[in-house]
């Protein structure tokens, strides 16, 4: 592409995926205009939705070095080795996610790492307009409407990039051009934030290095750490009782006194860890929880959608932002690689779309693990035996955590081998209770049979 303003891209939103997507252009030598619905959160504060603290990955990380900016947030990040699981009754126990130090994520505020990309996608070149929130498209004469300071801004694009989240206005007016075939799929469970301060010496009140679970089956409480000392936690449940049992919901735990007998029964130890349990409890809203899917990202070379606004997931493998950053690279990629932007975005659709939707059923499917299974003696076994088979098959049988977590590997890979591993850790492990009745053999046999040694693409 030639000329200046063949070489200019106007992405929406300066959330996390826009203000990283902008720096991986700028660097590349493109023009690039930010515009943001939201005040600049350096002068103003952060004023994000969704508050739950994210789970940075290797996927995460590698975009981040291609940005130059993993370094500033890394400082700000807090390690986590594993799951801290704590049982209705019996002492927590440590579920480490890797092998060892060279393999944990790292538990990031929202906000800090929000203005640590707006800053370093500004030192790259790219141009930020806040206060300013998408309002209409006119994809013929090539005009975005943007309203701010009580009135209508319109600018002309050469392309528009949607980094606008799930609820996404620029999918809205592409979807008025041409039906994308949208799908909300609602999860029917909701969560609220509470928070566990730091300790009166300033310290952490429990274990730092750790994503704390409270698994109560359809239920569950998570914490995860920030760099002031403080736990965000998070209370997921339905959002309506179907009358099918006795677990908790958002309609009969729906006042502050409920939420103090629900963690007086269900999270004992969790609750002396949460002096504001009932101001958080009233104070911040019931988040909801859906999958959206879509048949198409893009218009020619019009526009694109990718992060959230293209495929929003459940948080709960903790990959949604990661996924998000992986879309970046992939599309400034395509982009550089390609003859038109038609095309690039084309190419970009057809190599993510699969991956998207891999990860967003596995992230549906271990909202189960995490509230049922972790203190599940069969599923307890079956991870015992993944760290031995792991051992003895190293580069052909990979964890399921490791392959979605600390490779980058396609999630449309890491599904397929991780339900052909699943099963053979089923039926190797079925009616016995330790490890010992293994047939060894048997089960070497099948893994050199259906598992092909794997090279991470990193």
């Known amino acids: 592409m030639s000329g200046t303003d063949q070489r200019s891209l106007t992405i929406v939103g300066a959330g996390l995926a826009g203000a990283l997507l902008a720096t991986l252009l700028a660097q590349r030598g493109w023009r690039v205009d930010v515009f943001e619905r ?53 002492q927590p126990q440590l579920q480490r996610y890797g092998r060892d130090d060279s393999e944990v994520i ?44 009580r009135k209508l801004h319109t600018h002309p694009f050469n392309a528009l990039l949607g980094c606008d989240g799930a609820g996404s206005t620029l999918r809205a007016q592409m979807a008025a051009r041409r039906d994308l075939g949208e799908r909300t799929e609602w999860l029917g469970h ?105 048949d198409r990202w893009h218009l020619g070379g019009d526009a694109v959608l990718l992060g959230d606004a293209a495929h929003a997931m459940v948080p709960f493998h903790g990959q949604g932002m990661n996924c998000a950053f992986e879309d970046c690279v992939a599309l400034a990629d395509c982009i550089e690689s390609h003859a038109g932007l038609a095309e690039a975005f084309a190419a970009f659709e057809a190599a993510r779309k699969p991956d998207a939707s891999a990860i967003q059923d596995m992230a549906l499917e271990n909202y189960i693990e995490m509230r049922d299974l972790v203190d599940d003696p069969d599923f307890l076994l079956q991870q015992s035996l993944e760290r031995k088979l792991q051992e003895r098959h190293p580069g052909r049988f990979i964890p399921h955590y490791s392959m979605v977590t600390f490779m980058r590997i396609p999630y449309s890979v890491a599904l397929e081998r991780s339900n052909v591993q699943r099963a053979i850790l089923v039926a190797a492990t079925r009616g016995l209770d330790s490890l010992d009745g293994v047939d060894w053999a048997a089960v070497d046999a099948q893994v050199e049979r259906q598992l092909t040694p794997l090279a991470d693409d990193a």
Request: charged share 25%.
């Open 38 to 90: 939201r005040g600049d959160p350096r002068l103003h504060g952060y004023a994000g939705g969704r508050s739950i603290n994210l789970a940075l990955a290797e996927r995460g990380l590698h975009a981040l070095r291609a940005a130059d900016a993993a370094d500033a947030v890394l400082k700000q990040a807090v390690m986590m080795r594993g799951r801290m699981v704590h049982p209705l009754h019996g």
């Open 106 to 149: 790292w538990s990031v505020a929202r906000g800090e790492l929000n203005i640590t990309l707006i800053d370093a996608a500004e030192a790259a070149g790219a141009t930020l307009h806040f206060d300013r929130g998408l309002e209409s498209v006119d994809f013929d004469a090539r005009t975005a409407s943007y309203r701010g300071d």
């Open 190 to 294: 909701g969560y609220k934030e509470l928070e566990i301060p730091p300790a009166r010496d300033g310290g952490f009140r429990i274990e730092p290095n750790a994503l704390h679970i409270w698994p109560r089956g359809r239920y569950m409480c998570i914490a995860l750490p920030n760099d002031e000392r403080n736990f965000t936690v998070t209370l997921f449940m339905a959002l309506h009782g179907d009358g099918s049992n006795d677990d908790p919901d958002f309609d009969s735990v729906a006042t502050a006194a409920d939420a103090r007998a629900l963690f007086e029964r269900d999270f004992a130890d969790a609750l002396p860890l949460i002096p504001e349990l009932e101001r958080d409890f009233e104070a911040n809203p019931i988040g909801s929880l859906a999958t959206l899917r879509l």
